[in-house]
T-cell receptor, first 116, second 111 residues
Framework: EPEVTQTPSHQVTQMGQEVILRCVPI?????FYWYRQILGQKVEFLVS????????KSEIFDDQFSVERPDGSNFTLKIRSTKLEDSAMYFC??????????????FGPGTRLTVL | DAKTTQPNSMESNEEEPVHLPCNHS???????IHWYRQLPSQGPEYVIH???SNVNNRMASLAIAEDRKSSTLILHRATLRDAAVYYC????????????FGKGTKLSVIP
């Protein structure tokens, strides 16, 4: 069964450093998403991406964050200058379509980001 | 903003059926109702979805109220592996992509 994959599974970084989290969405999917979950809290939406553009972003997704689809398979989340409060699990998701039977989002296993 | 209401926690004995309710009174007429679950230290896992009719798949059944203001996820025989937090996240609003996860229902399965 196709699945979303994410690398690395765990990333440790120093405050102020840049990190790139990588995702490989399901191959025929066209919509891509990033969510995050701070330990013990709810899963929060960050951004959605379609047709090489951001479709929607939350208040969390400020200028420190960016997303990119550098090639036909990868989808990345970059945090330019990490802060302690960026420590969280980051989940990538993808869906085939939107607003129909095909809009189910499938999530990856997550990357645990620890900022020291 | 769309909102759902779920019990904070539920308990079930192993091998017994479990009915997990969700109220989604603000859901739009065209939005599908999705259920996900999250096992400890894992990403949300898709369980099932439907629009108006009841749905079955290998994991669970979904019963949708006629007015679509509520739904019930049914696990026919709970196993220890079903212990997780269950969510019925609505979309944030009309035309929105984002799923709004609440606290969900934490299901404990007793051996």
């Amino acid at each position: 069964e196709p699945e979303v994959t994410q690398t690395p599974s765990h990333q440790v970084t120093q405050m102020g450093q840049e990190v790139i989290l990588r995702c490989v969405p399901i191959s025929n999917h066209l919509y891509f998403y990033w969510y995050r979950q701070i330990l013990g809290q709810k899963v929060e939406f960050l951004v959605s991406f379609y047709n090489n553009e951001i479709s929607e972003k939350s208040e969390i997704f400020d200028d420190q964050f960016s997303v990119e689809r550098p090639d036909g398979s990868n989808f990345t989340l970059k945090i330019r200058s990490t802060k302690l409060e960026d420590s969280a699990m980051y989940f990538c998701a993808s869906s085939e379509g939107l607003g129909s039977f095909t809009d189910t989002q499938y999530f990856g296993p997550g990357t645990r980001l620890t900022v020291l | 903003d769309a909102k759902t209401t779920q019990p904070n926690s539920m308990e079930s004995n192993e091998e017994e059926p479990v009915h997990l309710p969700c109220n989604h009174s603000t859901i739009s007429g065209t939005d599908y109702i999705h259920w996900y679950r999250q096992l400890p230290s894992q990403g949300p896992e898709y369980v099932i979805h439907g629009l108006t009719s009841n749905v079955n798949n290998r994991m669970a059944s979904l019963a949708i109220a006629e007015d679509r203001k509520s739904s019930t996820l049914i696990l026919h025989r709970a196993t220890l592996r079903d212990a997780a937090v269950y969510y019925c996240p609505p979309r944030s609003g009309a035309g929105s992509y984002q799923l709004t996860f609440g606290k969900g229902t934490k299901l404990s399965v007793i051996p």
